[in-house]
């Protein structure tokens, strides 16, 4: 059988796409909603007063604990910790930190001279009350264990945990721990104003789609460049094709490969491609009889062609995971081998556990097809269209799919409910630096919204916690940490497909264009016209 047969639905539908997407110049002029054209001119050499940064993601609320990482990345908002392309921890509204106990007690020394968008300084004052409302909702901050932050001086604070904690700093990158003014909150302690200490201050949010900034000539460290920026939420990929290819000020972020492919070939703009700390991949049930068996979560994996998808979908030759940790967290990899599925060996490895085939070559076991729903979103266009390769994938071995394209949210709602049977999604593992505290809440006994469902491993939690008392450089660490590399490998509670790729499109006339590969900023304050 040839290596990409299994791909020929998937190719339909991304040829379906190119089609849609692939107008002529008075085409695109037609569908452009806001009236502006790409009109064959060269605007390179335009300038303009203000940059647009367009994403699918929408401005929920001006609470950290369900916006922040939109604040946090488009300058707005800023925590105590900051994390490097490496994935190094360094100094962000924290100048230094230390533990005295191993982890149980953690000073940190905060930086002078900083400004809130109000002009009121940044104090101890700040942090305890800003990171005390956080305390207060569901955010990653419940996972530190934390049990005090106390104010030591106007300028130090200490935070006492429950239990030693030796990546503890990590927690303090995540976008729900950014730091605001004492006049955000209102007397409740609610947000009441998004003010904050980053390179852009907002003048304007309109929940869900828009909200303007601009730069803040009181940052205490880079200051931006370009003087204003909008942000624009669109969940249609098409659509933020068409807004890159209108002007030059658009800055489009989450494209499809079939939109970078058209962009590419435009001589007006430059696109920017980059893996990033992102998996896609799925989680199953495993309360489902249909996947209470690891053998059959492991020929689910095996039947997937990982390679076709990821030259197929995201136009990448390295994009296949086996793993659910990306390559730049290398202490967590172990050796594994990606190779095309053999379907006919598959499937009779099914039926070596006891199913059987109908006259339609699907398989069924005690008179029960093996059948159940997928679920995904479209908020990252490549996910129905890999969806969809893997429906046609498992159908070759006698597996019945049905893909349901809904909201993010319909994830962790059936997984709360208990309804859920599959799901696929892009976890992203960047959001807390050190994986660990990303690993801790998925795979905990508990199981998460974005991880294990009634799914349990003792070893695993085992070692996740003996990581979570020993410091990095701990000679046992590496081991611990292939330890549970290879119980996900082995077990696929949760099964990788393809690392991520982050798409960036915008006008060749905007200077310093990077892309964060952990996810955390825009880096707004670096460009220039």
């Given amino acids: 059988m040839k290596k990409f047969a299994p791909l020929a639905v998937i190719l339909a539908i991304l040829g379906a796409v190119v089609v849609m997407i692939n107008r002529t110049p008075e085409q695109t002029k037609a569908h452009n909603h806001d009236g502006h054209n790409h009109d ?38 800023e925590t105590l910790v900051e994390v490097d392309n490496q994935g190094k921890l360094v100094a962000g509204l924290a100048s230094k930190w230390q533990s005295d106990d191993n982890g149980k007690t953690w000073t940190f020394s905060l930086r002078e001279n900083v400004k809130f968008h109000d002009n009121s300084d940044f104090t101890a004052d700040n942090v305890v009350q800003s990171l005390n409302v956080a305390l207060s909702k569901p955010t990653a901050l419940e ?63 309109e929940p869900p789609q828009k909200m303007e900034q601009v730069a803040f000539e009181h940052y205490w460290g880079e200051k931006a460049k370009i003087k204003n920026v909008t942000y624009l939420a669109n969940s249609r990929s098409e659509t933020r094709t068409l807004l890159a290819q209108s002007k030059p000020n ?50 689910m994996s095996q039947a997937i062609d990982r390679q076709g998808i990821a030259e197929a979908v995201l136009n990448i030759k390295d994009g296949m ?30 039926i070596n556990l006891g199913y059987q085939q109908d006259a339609k070559g699907m398989l069924i076991k005690d008179g029960k097809p093996f059948k159940f729903s997928l679920k995904t979103f479209s908020d990252r266009p490549e996910l129905p269209i890999i969806a969809t390769a893997l429906q046609n994938q498992w159908k070759q071995v006698g597996i019945d799919v049905d893909v ?17 049977q599959m799901a696929l999604y892009a976890r992203n593992y960047g959001l807390i630096p050190d994986p660990l505290g990303a690993l801790m809440e998925d795979f905990s006994a508990e199981g998460a919204d974005w991880g294990a469902m009634n799914w349990h491993n003792a070893d695993l939690i085992d070692s996740l916690e003996k ?21 996900l490998v082995d077990e696929r509670p949760v099964t990788p497909v393809l690392y991520y790729q982050q798409n960036v499109a915008v006008g060749k006339s905007l200077k310093g264009l990077e892309i964060d590969p952990f996810e955390r900023h825009f880096r707004l304050n670096k460009l220039s016209w």
């Fill in 143 to 205: 996972k530190a264990n934390i049990e005090k932050v106390n104010k030591i001086d106007p300028m130090t604070v200490q935070f006492v945990l429950k239990k030693p904690l030796t990546n503890f700093p990590a927690y303090l990158a995540h976008s729900t721990s950014i730091i605001l003014a004492k006049s955000a909150f209102d007397d409740k302690n609610n947000v009441k104003k998004l003010i904050a200490t980053g390179a852009y201050k907002a003048t304007k949010i």
């Fill in 40 to 77: 064959g001119h060269d605007h390179s050499h335009e300038q303009h007063d203000e940059l647009i940064v367009v994403t699918p993601w929408e401005i929920t609320s001006e609470d950290p604990s369900k916006s922040g990482f939109l604040f946090q990345r488009l300058g707005i908002a």
């Fill in 467 to 487: 990581l979570n008392r020993m410091t990095s450089d701990n000679p046992e660490s590496k081991a611990l940490k292939q330890k549970v590399a290879q119980i």
């Fill in 404 to 420: 349901a394209v809904g909201n993010f949210s319909d994830i962790p709602a059936s997984h709360q409910n208990g309804t859920l």
């Fill in 250 to 299: 658009y800055l489009v972020y989450n494209l499809d490969s079939a939109s970078v492919k058209r962009l590419q070939a435009d001589p007006n703009i430059q696109v920017l491609s980059q893996s990033i700390a992102r998996t896609i991949q799925f989680k199953v049930n495993a309360k489902d009889p249909l996947f209470t068996d690891v053998k059959v979560r492991q020929l």
């Fill in 321 to 350: 995971a086996e793993q659910i940790l990306p390559p730049i967290f290398h202490d967590w990899q172990v050796k594994t081998e990606s190779q095309a599925p053999d379907y006919p060996a598959i499937k009779q490895q099914f």
